[in-house]
């Protein structure tokens, strides 16, 4: 039973266009979002998070947004760069637990 | 200010035998937590420690145990290796016990045969 889905497996993006990354969660105790971005061979790295009490968090280039009725997180990164090719991981927290769930990912691929 | 580190970086075992995984967290940090991430998964929660105390587990047989060490640094041993235990483990630090997010390791990518 997935709580943190991200529907995409992959997306393929133009330099310089929005890359837009979304995640559905089932759980209505999840209290703070995070995306982390992965590399192949590198642990995941922290990207943005959000608290379930906004709905948007800005961070240069990057932005999450929160939409508590639809149980749903989208990642927008404008523009997008080559660099940002990774793979994306929405994770969640239930209730200021101790721990995340994470989804399977979406590996983004930005094209020159 | 290190980050966190892992070792070893790959490993190969046969199923039936134990591995000892080793993790140094981020200096600061005293809450260390290990998770298991299969081919095309996310990761997944193992357990938690804080203070050398377990601090929470996720659904993991009994054979996956840890250890944290006064300074911090950290071990996730496997018992009884399956074929399904291959997979990157990734060490994760951070400081306190509600959680705001995680500093990675690498992982230990293991391979069961």
């Known amino acids: 039973d997935q709580q943190v889905k991200q529907n995409s497996p992959s997306l393929s993006v133009q330099e310089g266009r929005i890359s837009i990354l979304n995640c559905d969660y089932t759980n209505s105790m999840f209290d703070y979002f995070l995306w982390y971005k992965k590399y192949p061979a590198e642990g995941p790295t922290f990207l943005i998070s959000?608290?379930?009490?906004?709905d948007k968090n800005e961070d240069g280039r990057f932005t999450v947004f929160l939409n508590k009725s639809a149980k749903h997180l989208s990642l927008h990164i404008v523009p997008s760069q080559p660099g940002d090719s990774a793979v994306y991981f929405c994770a969640a927290r239930v209730n200021y637990g101790q721990n995340f769930v994470f989804g399977p990912g979406t590996r983004l691929s930005v094209l020159p | 200010e290190t980050g966190v580190t892992q070792s070893p970086t790959h490993l190969i075992k046969t199923r039936g035998q134990q591995v000892t995984l080793r993790c140094s967290s981020q200096?600061?940090?005293?809450?260390v937590s290990w998770y298991q991430q299969a081919l095309g998964q996310g990761p997944q929660f193992i357990f938690q420690?804080?203070?050398?105390?377990?601090?929470g587990r996720g659904n993991f047989p009994p054979r996956f145990s840890g250890l944290q060490f006064p300074n911090y640094s950290s071990e996730l041993n496997v018992n009884a290796l399956e074929l399904d235990d291959s997979a990157l483990y990734l060490c994760?630090?951070?400081?306190?016990?509600?959680?705001?997010?995680?500093?990675f390791g690498s992982g230990t990518r293991l391979t069961v045969v």
């Open positions: 200096s600061g940090h005293n809450t």
């Open positions: 994760a630090s951070s400081s306190g016990t509600q959680n705001y997010g995680y500093t």
């Open positions: 959000i608290s379930s009490i906004k």
């Open positions: 420690y804080y203070r050398e105390e377990e601090n």
